[in-house]
């Protein structure tokens, strides 16, 4: 287990209980303040640690490395160090957060210019995305899609055991939480309609997604195996990948997802590396029938996230419609990236790779209101009287994570986002 990990270690930075970032978690962020240009930091309880202000200090430099990368507007140029570089530096700023250790703590000044209040800074986008894969992973999902819109008998496609489907998304439109959407427009068809419309989308839904995002380069022509893919993972994020329902239904025959996706979708500013998560593998579900070689795995590659999904109206109190597991996922991430691999297909530092809708085995743990509501069949009722079978304007809606285990909480903050009217 990495040092920074001993549930043991306390700051002298004040952390509450309930807080997503003890100095187990130290999750990277790029954030601007009034007075601050977008730069690096760590979140430590309800703090940012500038990690600009850190290396100006001089205090990263038993470790070699070029300390300018930490006041750029991206993490891009720091995950590219390798994480022999990015581990050591997780180690040394829980170090200098670690309570017995006074480097940092005993100096007035520094520790006034290297704390910014997290209520006073803005979050960014983490990293540059040069390209965003979704996949398709949570049996249970596909199950009830599959119920929804084929025979009930054959809900899976045949090929749904057999690989990790996904397909290649848009990384412009992916925003940060807190960037509000408006709601697409598209063309849709009624079924008993003679021809389709054009308008505003009238079913909008959330998929409840995990995505982990790549810290290491491949060259055209090569493959990771499910043994190497964790030196390619740098770390996650919570991922709400909007959806049109209506759209979808129009137009993905015969090629998939398209101008019902690309509109939006929404991650969390925080990526939670994966050294933090190390405490929270868990084994996977058993997969039938056995997989191809080349998909096989050692080990324990699943994570036990606790995740929710509210929905809160504008001025309203909000609901929780969700609440699941990102264990659940049939495939896992290692999985997910040899066969993204497996082909050839080269893999970029920045990139993002999305696990698909993330449903549990009951109704209260579906990931979108297509399952949640069966197609607007069973209505969520809200705390204001209204009721919800897709997302309206102006709702927020909301999704978290965190682990827990011997006392410690490790969580990603928050993923929001709230849907514009149509312009």
């Given at each position: 287990m990495s040092r920074a990990n001993n549930p043991q270690l306390k700051s002298w930075v004040d952390v509450n209980s309930s807080c997503d970032f003890p100095i187990q978690?130290?999750?990277f962020g790029v954030f601007k303040t009034t007075n601050r240009t977008p730069r690096a930091g760590v979140a430590i309880g309800e703090?940012?640690?500038?990690?600009s202000v850190i290396a100006d200090a001089g205090l990263f430099n038993a470790i070699p490395f070029e300390k300018n990368v930490f006041a750029k507007d991206v993490l891009n140029w720091f995950i590219a160090l390798g994480k022999p570089v990015t581990n050591a530096v997780r180690e040394r700023i829980s170090d200098l957060l670690n309570v017995e250790n006074a480097e940092l703590s005993a100096n007035a000044d520094l520790k006034l210019k290297a704390?910014?209040?997290?209520?006073?800074?803005?979050?960014?986008?983490?990293?540059?995305?040069?390209?965003?894969?979704d996949f398709y992973s949570s049996k249970e999902h596909a199950t009830n899609v599959g119920i929804m819109f084929r025979d009930p008998a054959n809900a899976l496609l045949p090929n749904w055991k057999h690989l990790p489907v996904g397909y290649h998304g848009r990384a412009s439109s992916i925003v940060v939480s807190g960037t509000p959407i408006h709601r697409p427009k598209?063309?849709?068809?009624?079924?008993?309609?003679?021809a389709p419309s054009f308008g505003p989308c009238k079913l909008l839904d959330f998929e409840l997604e995990m995505a982990f995002i790549t810290g290491k380069s491949t060259e055209l022509g090569t493959s990771v195996s499910t043994a190497k893919a964790d030196d390619y993972i740098f770390g996650l994020v919570l991922f709400n990948d909007w959806s049109a329902r209506d759209i979808q239904k129009w137009e993905y025959v015969p090629l998939g997802p398209f101008l019902a996706k690309n509109f939006g979708s929404t991650v969390s500013p925080w990526i939670v590396t994966?050294?933090?998560?190390?405490?929270?593998?868990?084994?996977?579900?058993?997969?039938e029938p056995e997989v191809l070689p080349y998909l096989k795995f050692d080990g324990k590659?699943?994570?036990?996230i606790n995740l929710e999904v509210e929905i809160v109206p504008e001025n309203g109190k909000g609901k929780i419609v969700s609440q699941s597991n990102f264990k659940y996922m049939y495939w896992n991430m290692a999985q997910q990236l040899a066969h993204h691999t497996s082909n050839g297909c080269n893999i970029q530092i920045g990139d993002l790779y999305a696990s698909g809708t993330i449903s549990g085995p009951t109704p209260d743990s579906y990931g979108s209101m297509l399952e949640i509501s069966w197609q607007g069949k069973?209505?969520?009722?809200?705390?204001?009287g209204t009721e919800r079978k897709f997302i309206l304007d102006n709702d927020t809606v909301v999704i978290r994570g965190f682990?827990?285990?011997?006392?410690?909480?490790?969580?990603?903050?928050?993923?929001?986002?709230?849907i514009l009217p149509a312009l």
């Open positions: 978690n130290l999750p703090y940012i640690l500038d990690l704390l910014v209040k997290q209520n006073d800074a803005q979050m960014l986008m983490p990293v540059f995305i040069p390209n965003y894969t598209g063309q849709t068809k009624v079924d008993d309609a003679p994966l050294e933090a998560l190390e405490p929270f593998k868990v084994e996977s579900p058993k997969q590659k699943n994570l036990d069973n209505p969520i009722q809200m705390p204001d682990c827990e285990k011997d006392g410690v909480r490790i969580g990603f903050g928050e993923c929001s986002g709230k």
